[in-house]
């Protein structure tokens, strides 16, 4: 099954305590993505790879890091987590050339995080 | 600047009546691409519908239904026959055709369908 998967679904932690979530897709997808989702605030984009080892910043990526050394995966590290990053997290991929753009996002299940 | 507005916060119907969520967006590209998107309870996001902005021919998918207007720039959503599981947050999303493919969002419109 074509899918991005997540882990973890539910965390909790307290401030400062590095944590990584990571990111998996199965559908050979060059594009990855990782958003977050507050209140009032609607989805806002941390980071964006286009290909392994192409990664950048988005319009909200302080306090965050990413990497991409394979394909499939795209883990997003926090290195020190701090309350305002209490979000509810998800990661998406798609693919890029244009002759394939009639591919949409697909998104994980999200991660929700509690930094206290 | 791009932007989506989607005014209807919430939205509260009786099962088997029919509604329309609005999506009204803003930009200067001629070239890009509109979402819907559900996120049911259990917080997934779904995708429902992709539409590029040369295409204005109005989409039906069984009871889904979407009217892209360029004139009015609008990409509006209409369910027939609503049921409870439809009962969801509904997203629609601008993409602006760039090399980051960043969607921007709309706020969401809260439906809820009652039985």
């Known amino acids: 099954e074509a899918q991005v998967t997540q882990n973890p679904r539910y965390l909790i932690t307290v401030t400062g305590k590095k944590l990584t979530v990571t990111c998996s897709q199965n559908?050979?997808?060059?594009?990855m993505s990782w958003y977050r989702q507050d209140p009032g605030l609607g989805l806002r984009q941390i980071y964006y790879?286009?290909?392994?080892?192409?990664?950048d910043k988005g319009d909200v990526p302080e306090g965050y890091k990413v990497s991409r050394k394979e394909k499939r995966n795209f883990p997003l590290i926090l290195e020190s987590p701090s309350p305002n990053q209490t979000s509810l997290y998800f990661c998406?991929?798609?693919?890029?050339?244009?002759?394939?753009?009639?591919?949409?996002?697909?998104f994980g299940n999200g991660t929700r995080l509690t930094v206290t | 600047a791009q932007k989506v507005t989607q005014a209807q916060t919430e939205i509260s119907v009786v099962e088997k009546e029919d509604v329309t969520l609005d999506c009204v967006y803003e930009?200067?590209?001629?070239?890009?691409?509109l979402f819907w998107y559900k996120q049911p309870p259990s917080g997934e996001l779904v995708f429902l519908i992709r539409?590029?902005?040369?295409d204005e021919q109005n989409e039906i998918s069984g009871r889904y239904s979407w009217n892209f207007q360029k004139s009015t720039s609008s990409f509006n959503f209409t369910i027939t026959a609503s049921q409870v599981v439809d009962s969801a947050v509904y997203f629609c999303?601008?993409?602006?055709?760039?090399?980051?493919?960043?969607?921007?969002w709309g706020l969401g419109t809260s439906l809820a369908v009652n039985p």
């Open positions: 998406a991929s798609s693919q890029t050339t244009s002759r394939s753009y009639n591919s949409p996002l697909h």
């Open positions: 559908m050979n997808h060059e594009y």
């Open positions: 790879s286009m290909n392994v080892e192409v990664t």
């Open positions: 930009t200067r590209d001629t070239t890009y691409y």
């Open positions: 539409r590029n902005s040369f």
């Open positions: 999303a601008l993409d602006n055709a760039g090399n980051n493919r960043k969607l921007i």
